[in-house]
């Protein structure tokens, strides 16, 4: 454990959960690790402090972990003025959401009410959703959906399908847990027809006010 700890040290430095633009990054999910992202932010365990001290840079992680900072759980002290959800593919980023932080607590900042800006274009403040929470439904969190019309016409933008049981449709099934699924168009795709591509990772970040 030392090792690992001493190993991140050196291969992320001190200030490395500092970003461009004054960014924090507070926690990072790994894809295909089998570990429930919303278990994970939601407390801290075992698997999640095992790494987490100094690998807190999003592509440098010696273990198979998620990342979670302790700062999630003084959100409402932090002053945080935006949160910000990035999902990379290959080491770049596939999209992104901006939220806005303020009086926030860390489950209520991810809602459709508080969008800044966003890479998808129809994803906006008075767009239509019918699911949009980290909580999500069953196994899909960090969910923000359009519709529901059966499988076959299930119409989102973003899933992340944590280990369990789901609802049972074709995009539900994946060959490891947890899957990040996402549209690739400019717009909401249809789940069913496979217009989605998975990404690796899973950051957030937040900006403090000043």
Known sequence: MFAQFLMCLLLVGIEADFYPGGWELVFRALQGN?????????TESDNVKAFSEGCDKVYVHPGKHHFRSSLIDEWELLGIEQVKVELYKNKKIATYIVFNGTDSNMFNWFHQSRILTSS?????VGATYNKFSIEGDM??????????GG???DLGWMSLLDPGKGHGCDWDTQDSYPAFLHSTDNTAVNWHLGTYDRADIMAIFIKHSN
């Open 120 to 124: 998808w274009s129809d994803l906006t």
């Open 151 to 153: 499988c076959p016409n």
């Open 34 to 42: 089998g570990e429930s992202v919303f278990d994970a932010w939601k």
């Open 139 to 148: 196994t899909r969190r960090f969910f923000i959906n359009k519709q529901y």
